[in-house]
């Protein structure tokens, strides 16, 4: 049973640490300082410290390592960090954590389910050096609000947004972050292998180039029954599980001391079909689908399982799905049960994950009971009538009818 936690993280546990240096480690990296003679050849790494106009000259003429750590203009690792990890000897005996929190909780028929956040954290057994790593949205205000758009017609006509002319603004921006110590609103480690400086490094650098390229925050799965995953999440688990890969494939042996549990929100459906680039109609069935969906969030968010009612009455009014990824957006044709929320084992390489593992706790039934929902009158029948309506062929066929009446009665006549 996961522990218990009296107090909710802020939003600010999520972001980067930005204490001040005190004074005694500024003046200790100061003191290390190269002169000017020995920055050209090394790693542009050290042109921060260099006025524009010099730096120019010394930087082009560096030859940097592609493994070299280096500070970025975006500021992941700043100098000082670079610095701070290159203190991490090659035979530095470090071990690797899985480490997480209590994020949230909800309540489920009247009790509580919680959800966590995750990330990975080192320990330099020789230093006593700590670095943590996780994966977080840049707005912690909702879940909701990550996975649920902003629908924005073009300028004060709202109405054209019925005919399929808008845009949606989505607030799934992700980030990664760095600490230089264990986060205090970190409450479980449980340890998952040992390595050494070099491998530390090296995932470090993996990071700041590979991973921090991921820069959208997706919490949902879409399975198939009986294949396996259609579309990944991108959460702060999958860069826990990504991170073990990435150390599993620099020869780290890995075990987890404890077994690990972590969240999914799984969606099921038979495909998923690319919708970037929709044409009107198109755009104007996935606004249909948000209009539908959202009969129900009052419902949502009082208690998130009730999304399965929404999306089975989805299904029932024959409404297409869609879903936002970073690789772009989906249509997707649902299947019972729908959707369910599972705490599954996390895999430690080179195990492999699978959504439908026997061992796993799910917050609702594997079955969806499919005769006790109904969409909300009158508006979720008339969307329905809506989507039926909204095809060439209904006007074809109606134009063809008008046509036959104006005359078969003449000809009658005649």
């Known amino acids: 049973q996961r522990p218990a936690v009296a107090w909710p993280p802020s939003a600010a546990d999520f972001r980067q640490s930005a204490e001040p240096l005190e004074r005694s480690r500024a003046m200790e990296l100061r003191s290390r300082r190269p002169p000017a003679s020995q920055i050209v050849g090394r790693t542009s790494r050290w042109c921060w410290w260099l006025p524009a106009a010099a730096s ?37 005996p470090v071990d690797v954590f899985y480490a997480e929190f209590l994020l949230a909780q909800w309540m489920l028929n009247t009790l ?132 073990l890969w990435a150390l599993h494939r620099d020869g780290v042996k890995l075990q987890a001391e ?25 755009k104007r069935r996935r606004l249909r689908f948000l209009r539908a969906l959202d009969l129900f969030m009052h419902r949502i968010r009082d208690e998130f399982t009730y999304v399965r009612v929404g999306l089975l009455s989805v299904w029932k009014l024959g409404l297409p799905a869609f879903m936002h990824t970073a690789e772009g957006d989906f249509e997707l044709s649902l299947v019972p049960p729908f959707v369910n929320y599972c705490y599954l ?17 799910c917050a609702l039934a594997m079955e969806a009971n499919l005769s006790n929902t109904t969409a909300p009158l009158p508006w979720g029948p008339l969307i329905a009538t809506e989507d039926r309506l909204d095809r060439t062929d209904v006007f074809v066929a109606m134009l063809l009818v008008a046509l036959a009446a104006a005359f078969v009665p003449a000809a009658a006549a005649a």
């Open 112 to 243: 509580p389910w919680n959800a966590y956040h995750s990330g990975l954290a080192f320990a330099n057994n020789r230093s006593g050096e700590r670095a943590l790593f996780d994966f977080a949205p840049e707005d912690t205000s909702s879940v909701m609000a990550i996975v649920v758009p902003q629908v924005i017609p073009p300028g004060d006509a709202q109405w054209k947004a019925f005919l399929g002319d808008y845009e949606l603004e989505w607030r799934d921006k992700a980030q990664m972050n760095f600490f230089r110590h264990w986060p205090e609103t970190y409450t479980n480690f449980v340890r998952v292998g040992r390595l050494n400086g070099a491998v530390f490094r090296r995932f470090a650098r993996w990071v700041q180039v590979e991973y921090r390229k991921r820069e959208s925050f997706t919490p949902i799965e879409v399975v198939a029954p009986g294949q396996g995953n259609l579309l990944r999440s991108q959460m702060c688990h999958d860069f826990s599980s990504n991170g």
């Open 345 to 361: 084992p996390l895999a430690i390489p080179p195990e492999a994950y699978s959504p439908f593992a026997s061992t796993k706790l």
């Open 56 to 92: 120019v000259g010394l930087c082009s003429a560096a030859s940097p390592s592609e493994d070299a750590l280096r500070p970025d203009h975006e500021g992941f690792y700043d100098a000082y960090s670079v610095r701070w990890l290159e203190d991490w000897r090659d035979d530095d």
């Open 258 to 282: 404890d077994l690990i549990f972590r969240d999914h929100v799984l969606f099921y459906a038979t495909s998923v079909r690319p919708s970037q680039g929709l044409p009107a109609r198109a």
